[in-house]
């Protein structure tokens, strides 16, 4: 088809001015940004990531059996204070570990006496910074304060 079947050049442009008054799709609107959801430390989901929060884990028992509190006993994939272990100012703790892949590690704390050195809220602050690999000291109360997982 020639444009000279059409009219030439002037139908051209009359062609192409009809477009101009069209309206253009309406726009999608914009996505809302991702919020960013800060990860649990206590959860992993592959088998890699599970392990070296096992050995994180296993870090945390030590340097708490080190700074005074009780070694923890260790049952299947549960870690907890024995119960012949002595009140102390040190509360008892139970660690479930983790499933191989795909899995959360579970914790809890008590005190046993009428005041403990750490909170259990405390001490799963510092057990969460250990899991996320930035471990705070619990040889002293003003590092344990200022741990953020």
Known sequence: ???????????L???LSGCVGQALPPKAPASAPLAVVPSDPQRCGERAECTTKVSRTLLFVFD????GGHLLQRQGRLL???????PSEWPDIAIR???PADSRFEFAAECQVAQCRYSADELLRVYRSY???RPCSLQLASAVRGCAP
């Open 1 to 11: 088809m020639s444009l000279r079947f059409l009219g030439g050049p002037c139908a």
């Open 13 to 15: 442009l009359l062609l």
């Open 64 to 67: 708490y059996a080190a700074a």
């Open 80 to 86: 907890f204070t024995p119960d012949e272990a002595a």
């Open 97 to 99: 570990l983790a499933e």
């Open 131 to 133: 899991l996320a690999d």
